[in-house]
Each structure stands twice: as structure tokens, then as C-alpha cells.
T-cell receptor, first 114, second 111 residues
Framework: EAEVAQSPRYKITEKSQAVAFWCDPI?????LYWYRQILGQGPELLVQ????????DSQLPKDRFSAERLKGVDSTLKIQPAELGDSAMYLC????????????FGEGSRLTVL | GDSVTQMEGPVTLSEEAFLTINCTYT??????LFWYVQYPGEGLQLLLK?????DKGSNKGFEATYRKETTSFHLEKGSVQVSDSAVYFC??????????FGGGTRLMVKP
């Protein structure tokens, strides 16, 4: 069964360092999402791509976060510099059609900032 | 803006007990409603959905009915199993925009 791949699964870094997460969506899925899930809370959307274009990044802290999906396939989410409050699970999801609400999630990348 | 409120957990039940997890929402228009489940160590996966009022979504013995009059989408299962232990998230999708999640409810089923 096709899956959304994410790496790394776990990342520990010190504050002020740079960190990057990678996501490979299910083949053929044009829409890709990055969510942040703080422990004990529900996921919150950071950025949404349709192919290589950003559709919604209104909740992305652009002073330190960036996201790209250059060829409309895999995607990278970067944080620079990392802050203590960035400790969370970063989830990538994809969907074949935008706007259906039927998302396929990866296992996530857990970030701990010390 | 849109929001989803779930009952706080953890919910602890014995095997074969009846499960209800409450979910209410606030949204303009006519959102679609979802339940996602996150098993330990795994990513979220869609459990069931309903796209209009009075629709009933069902899967794996779980059911939820879209109640517009009470703005609710409560999750139910008649007889839970230990393997149902997970975190359950209620969510809505409004006018094709982003999926808005509730805070999640952890279910623990004891044998």
C-alpha cells in the first residue's frame, strides 16, 4: 500500500540551529500539506501546496520557517533558527484532490529543541 | 473562524463496552465532517466521514451521524476492543479549505 514517507523520524537539536524535514507524498497526489502537532493537541496546518505552488501559508511563521516543493513531488520544511517552542511533531500529508478533507498522513517527524 | 471541540480524555473502557466520543463544531456554511484515528507509533488515518446533514459515516464498527441542528458529530462503537486503543480526532473541512482538527481524545481499552 502506498504511503507518505517522512524523514527523519526523530530530530534533537539545540536552539538557534537549523533543521530540515523531508516528505515524499503518495505518487500522483498533487496536494501536499505540512501540519504541526504539539503534544496533546490536534494538528494545525502550516502550509499547503498544490503541485509546486503554495496555496495557503497563512499560519507559517515566515521569519523562521520555509517550505518548498520545487518539482511538485517531494517537499522540504526548514526551520532556522529553531526555538524551544518549535518542539512538536511535524506531519506531512497528501491528497489526490484538493479540498476533499481525505488526507493520507505520514508517520511524522518528532522535533525536540534543547 | 471554524473550530472543533472534543471531549477531553483519556477515556478508559473495558473490552466490549460501548464507546461515545463527543464532538461539536462551529463553522459557517456546510462543512464536511471527519474522524481520524492515530494508533500508537503511526500516522493519522481517516476513519470515517460525512459530507451533509443527517449523513452517517461508518467504518470498522464505528459510526458517527452529522447533526446540523446540534452541530455535532459524535463517534460511537457498540463494543470496543483492545486494538481500538488510539487517539481519535474530529475534524471539519469547509468550502474546500484546510482541514481543522479538534484536540484529540485518547481511548484506552483494557482487557
Amino acid at each position: 500500500e502506498a504511503e507518505v514517507a517522512q524523514s527523519p523520524r526523530y530530530k534533537i537539536t539545540e536552539k538557534s540551529q537549523a533543521v530540515a524535514f523531508w516528505c515524499d507524498p503518495i505518487s500522483g497526489h498533487a496536494t501536499l500539506y505540512w501540519y504541526r502537532q504539539i503534544l496533546g493537541q490536534g494538528p494545525e496546518l502550516l502550509v499547503q501546496f498544490q503541485d509546486e505552488s503554495v496555496v495557503d501559508d497563512s499560519q507559517l511563521p515566515k521569519d523562521r520557517f520555509s517550505a518548498e516543493r520545487l518539482k511538485g513531488v517531494d517537499s522540504t520544511l526548514k526551520i532556522q533558527p529553531a526555538e524551544l517552542g518549535d518542539s512538536a511533531m511535524y506531519l506531512c500529508a497528501s491528497s489526490f484532490y484538493r479540498g476533499t478533507g481525505e488526507l493520507f498522513f505520514g508517520e511524522g517527524s518528532r522535533l525536540t529543541v534543547l | 473562524g471554524d473550530s472543533v471541540t472534543q471531549m477531553e480524555g483519556p477515556v478508559t473502557l473495558s473490552e466490549e463496552a460501548f464507546l461515545t466520543i463527543n464532538c461539536t463544531y462551529t463553522a459557517t456554511g456546510y462543512p464536511s465532517l471527519f474522524w481520524y484515528v492515530q494508533y500508537p507509533g503511526e500516522g493519522l488515518q481517516l476513519l470515517l466521514k460525512a459530507t451533509k446533514a443527517d449523513d452517517k459515516g461508518s467504518n470498522k464498527g464505528f459510526e458517527a451521524t452529522y447533526r446540523k441542528e446540534t452541530t455535532s458529530f459524535h463517534l460511537e462503537k457498540g463494543s470496543v476492543q483492545v486494538s481500538d486503543s488510539a487517539v481519535y480526532f474530529c475534524a471539519l473541512n469547509n468550502a474546500g479549505n484546510m482541514l481543522t482538527f479538534g484536540g484529540g481524545t485518547r481511548l484506552m481499552v483494557k482487557p
